[in-house]
């Protein structure tokens, strides 16, 4: 039996629950998308969760509740969740949740390609996840989280501190919209 079809069976009905009967995110839960994601780095994010690299501020529901579910799972059982993840391949495009300017959004992206990729295919090498098909919302909520600290912050989590300062150049809550509605838009 391979690691799709046990984690299928055991864990994916609990994921439903927060994420979307197809992973698709739960904006109502504050749920991001994880279909389409890379395996490596749902597991990377899962084994930062269970080591508390991320989720350790109670001032975060979301993440601190990921914190809670995922502390008892084994090695094993990451790597099925994530070879789950990976198999359900599906990315759509999500939709938008605010007023933003994707032209604008573009000209932000720029600073991000050299991580993340032209496309927001993210880049295994340097640990960066895909964006596309994330949504806009999560986008920025996550980088008000790296630019606050609530994420990135832990000394041995040198990808989250890259994303944290880089999260800095976004100067506005509305640079971050733009940024979100052009990588809401590389859906094709």
């Given at each position: 039996?391979?690691?799709?079809?046990?984690?299928?069976?055991?864990?994916?009905?609990?994921?439903?629950?927060?994420?979307?009967?197809?992973?698709?995110?739960?904006?109502?839960?504050?749920?991001?998308?994880?279909?389409?994601?890379?395996?490596?780095?749902?597991?990377?994010?899962?084994?930062?969760y269970k080591a508390g690299l991320r989720g350790n501020d109670p001032t975060d529901a979301n993440a601190y509740s990921?914190?809670n579910f995922v502390k008892d799972l084994s090695t094993k059982e990451i790597a099925d969740i994530s070879a789950y993840?990976?198999?359900?391949?599906?990315?759509?495009?999500?939709?938008?949740?605010?007023?933003?300017?994707?032209?604008?959004?573009?000209?932000?992206?720029?600073?991000?390609?050299?991580?993340?990729?032209?496309?927001?295919?993210?880049?295994?090498?340097?640990?960066?996840?895909?964006?596309?098909?994330?949504?806009?919302?999560?986008?920025?909520?996550?980088?008000?989280?790296?630019?606050?600290?609530?994420?990135?912050?832990?000394?041995?989590?040198?990808?989250?501190?890259?994303?944290?300062?880089?999260?800095?150049?976004?100067?506005?809550?509305?640079?971050?919209?733009?940024?979100?509605?052009?990588?809401?838009?590389?859906?094709?």
């Amino acid at each position: 039996m391979g690691h799709a079809h046990r984690a299928r069976n055991k864990f994916i009905p609990l994921c439903v629950g927060c994420h979307g009967s197809d992973l698709e995110g739960n904006d109502a839960l504050s749920s991001p998308a994880i279909a389409g994601q890379w395996d490596w780095y749902i597991q990377a994010q899962l084994q930062k969760y269970k080591a508390g690299l991320r989720g350790n501020d109670p001032t975060d529901a979301n993440a601190y509740s990921m914190r809670n579910f995922v502390k008892d799972l084994s090695t094993k059982e990451i790597a099925d969740i994530s070879a789950y993840i990976k198999y359900d391949t599906r990315v759509k495009q999500q939709k938008h949740s605010f007023e933003a300017d994707s032209k604008r959004g573009k000209q932000l992206y720029q600073a991000c390609i050299a991580c993340h990729g032209e496309h927001g295919l993210g880049n295994a090498e340097l640990k960066s996840p895909k964006l596309v098909g994330l949504q806009d919302w999560y986008i920025v909520q996550s980088l008000k989280d790296f630019k606050s600290g609530k994420r990135g912050n832990a000394q041995s989590d040198s990808e989250g501190q890259l994303m944290r300062s880089s999260a800095q150049l976004n100067e506005t809550e509305q640079d971050m919209k733009d940024l979100a509605a052009y990588v809401n838009s590389l859906v094709k």
